[in-house]
């Protein structure tokens, strides 16, 4: 995912791409206007491209094929399922400046759903057991492939072109996608053109858009504080669709009806170590990730705003509060990490301090709290603790956290909020990677991935 990093803020108050086995090419924008919680299945960065991950699983893990599962799927002819990944390299004649793929899918759940229903017919002379196998097997709906070139044009620039088809409609509707990445020296910029773009909003709804076509261009920083900003413009053609539906949905948000968007971010951030540990770590031994290697606690503050405006509707959100605190140095061959991390992501300047002048009140007036003004000044929390088992192997489970006030004023509780859990396997020999397989109850999505320089 990107250059995925530990549920930080190093892109501010911006909404995240979000990894999803929906598709073959991996990942999902965000609905504009509708902030996704910062969880596990969420991507920072540029990330690796999927057939790059599988590749790297085949050719450094020793897996034959890549397991992942979904609920989801782009055409509700689509068989959701669990499914295998291979990737195929294509020679490279042209050195280090070019990486040509073929990713195919197998549905595994389906091939034992057919046999399950329709059974192996009896051995015969004429039709012996593989006979019966080949005829399962040739069942089109149970493919999918992914044909992806990525051109590295200079150091500083890159293009990836991608055409994934699916066999329950004979590959007739492929998905394309075009991405430009260029490095400034104090910016990315991103031009993306899918056709059609997949979105996700913080419900967990996925939509397709016929035509997408996005310029993106965010502020680099070499420090842990200071300001940043983001700027995207993303132009969408034709009328949106949800996952899974053959129909147009006409109460979709109004970010992703056919016309022009535009959304802007300006951060600071500062960050502060509350306490760092300065004890020796262990000699002669490296930490299986050099940055979770570190124990401490820290705090980081982000102020600024989050504007988004498209067909005269606007929003805009504002402060962000994280806390990070880690035990051990990850030296030891057991229980030598633990991690925790809290973000608090509040609301709208105007939404927070009506809901606090209201509480301020009631409280003057000794009257009891107005639910709706604490519904106001809450804020989205997401928590997430990562503890090691054993060796490289870790243990990690991210959730969202919010109040219930459906049942009355008598039962408020907190309730635990779309959790995600993840096994992860630290890559030592590359200093910071990890293999992390993580699943998710909600969208009921199972995914293996590879993350790079994550803190």
Same mark, same amino acid.
């Given at each position: 995912?990107?250059?995925?990093?530990?549920?930080?803020?190093?892109?501010?108050?911006?909404?995240?791409?979000?990894?999803?086995?929906?598709?073959?090419?991996?990942?999902?924008?965000?609905?504009?206007?509708?902030?996704?919680?910062?969880?596990?299945?969420?991507?920072?960065?540029?990330?690796? #491209?999927?057939?790059?991950? %599988? @590749?790297?699983?085949?050719? =450094?893990?020793?897996? !034959?094929?890549?397991?992942?599962?979904? &609920?989801?799927?782009?055409?509700?002819?689509?068989?959701?399922?669990?499914?295998?990944?291979?990737?195929?390299?294509?020679?490279?004649?042209?050195?280090?400046?070019?990486?040509?793929?073929?990713?195919?899918?197998?549905?595994?759940?389906?091939?034992?759903?057919?046999?399950?229903?329709?059974?192996?017919?009896?051995?015969?002379?004429?039709?012996?057991?593989?006979?019966?196998?080949?005829?399962?097997?040739?069942?089109?709906?149970?493919?999918?492939?992914?044909?992806?070139?990525?051109?590295?044009?200079?150091?500083?620039?890159?293009?990836?072109?991608?055409?994934?088809?699916?066999?329950?409609?004979?590959?007739?509707?492929?998905?394309?996608?075009?991405?430009?990445?260029?490095?400034?020296?104090?910016?990315?910029?991103?031009?993306?053109?899918? #056709?059609?773009?997949?979105? %996700? @909003?913080?419900?967990?709804? =996925?939509?397709?858009? !016929?035509?997408?076509?996005?310029?993106? &261009?965010?502020?680099?920083?070499?420090?842990?504080?200071?300001?940043?900003?983001?700027?995207?413009?993303?132009?969408?053609?034709?009328?949106?669709?949800?996952?899974?539906?053959?129909?147009?949905?006409?109460?979709?948000?109004?970010?992703?009806?056919?016309?022009?968007?535009?959304?802007?971010?300006?951060?600071?951030?500062?960050?502060?170590?509350?306490?760092?540990?300065?004890?020796?770590?262990?000699?002669?031994?490296?930490?299986?990730?050099?940055?979770?290697?570190?124990?401490?606690?820290?705090?980081?503050?982000?102020?600024?705003?989050?504007?988004?405006?498209?067909?005269?509707?606007?929003?805009?959100?504002?402060?962000?509060?994280?806390?990070?605190?880690?035990?051990?140095?990850?030296?030891?061959?057991?229980?030598?990490?633990?991690?925790?991390?809290?973000?608090?992501?509040?609301?709208?300047?105007?939404? =927070?301090?009506?809901?606090?002048?209201?509480?301020?009140?009631?409280?003057?007036?000794?009257?009891?709290?107005?639910?709706?003004?604490?519904?106001?000044?809450?804020?989205?929390?997401?928590?997430?603790?990562?503890?090691?088992?054993?060796?490289?192997?870790?243990?990690?489970?991210?959730?969202?956290?919010?109040?219930?006030?459906?049942?009355?004023?008598?039962?408020?509780?907190?309730?635990?909020?779309?959790?995600?859990?993840?096994?992860?396997?630290?890559?030592?020999?590359?200093?910071?990677?990890?293999?992390?397989?993580?699943?998710?109850?909600?969208?009921?999505?199972?995914?293996?991935?590879?993350?790079?320089?994550?803190?």
């Amino acid at each position: 995912m990107r250059k995925l990093r530990w549920v930080r803020d190093d892109d501010g108050l911006w909404d995240l791409d979000r990894s999803t086995p929906a598709t073959l090419n991996g990942i999902a924008r965000p609905v504009p206007s509708d902030p996704i919680p910062s969880v596990l299945g969420l991507s920072r960065g540029i990330r690796l #491209s999927r057939p790059k991950q %599988v @590749d790297f699983f085949q050719r =450094f893990m020793f897996m !034959p094929f890549v397991p992942s599962y979904s &609920l989801h799927t782009p055409h509700p002819q689509s068989p959701p399922g669990f499914s295998l990944q291979r990737v195929f390299s294509l020679p490279t004649f042209a050195l280090d400046r070019w990486f040509g793929t073929v990713l195919g899918q197998f549905n595994l759940q389906k091939l034992a759903s057919g046999i399950k229903k329709n059974g192996f017919r009896q051995p015969t002379r004429q039709s012996p057991w593989f006979q019966s196998i080949a005829e399962h097997l040739s069942d089109k709906s149970l493919y999918a492939v992914d044909l992806c070139s990525e051109f590295y044009l200079t150091p500083d620039d890159s293009l990836l072109l991608s055409l994934e088809s699916y066999g329950y409609d004979d590959y007739k509707t492929p998905r394309k996608k075009a991405v430009f990445h260029h490095k400034f020296p104090c910016h990315n910029l991103t031009l993306e053109a899918a #056709s059609p773009g997949l979105f %996700v @909003d913080k419900d967990g709804t =996925f939509y397709d858009v !016929p035509l997408t076509m996005a310029v993106d &261009l965010a502020s680099v920083s070499s420090s842990d504080s200071g300001p940043s900003y983001h700027i995207c413009i993303n132009h969408n053609a034709g009328s949106p669709k949800k996952i899974g539906s053959q129909q147009n949905d006409d109460a979709m948000v109004a970010s992703l009806q056919p016309g022009l968007s535009a959304t802007t971010a300006f951060s600071f951030k500062n960050s502060i170590d509350i306490w760092r540990s300065r004890a020796p770590k262990l000699k002669m031994v490296q930490p299986y990730d050099i940055f979770l290697s570190n124990p401490h606690i820290s705090a980081t503050g982000i102020i600024g705003g989050v504007m988004t405006a498209c067909f005269g509707d606007n929003s805009v959100r504002a402060p962000r509060v994280s806390l990070s605190a880690q035990h051990g140095t990850f030296q030891k061959m057991f229980l030598d990490l633990t991690r925790f991390q809290a973000v608090l992501d509040f609301p709208s300047g105007s939404t =927070f301090f009506s809901g606090a002048a209201s509480l301020a009140n009631d409280v003057y007036n000794s009257r009891a709290p107005n639910l709706q003004a604490i519904q106001d000044i809450y804020p989205n929390t997401t928590l997430s603790l990562q503890q090691q088992l054993v060796g490289p192997f870790s243990l990690r489970v991210d959730s969202g956290v919010e109040l219930d006030f459906k049942k009355g004023e008598s039962e408020r509780v907190l309730k635990v909020k779309d959790p995600v859990f993840a096994v992860e396997y630290a890559l030592q020999v590359l200093g910071s990677a990890k293999a992390v397989a993580w699943y998710s109850p909600r969208q009921q999505e199972f995914m293996m991935e590879l993350r790079f320089f994550e803190t």
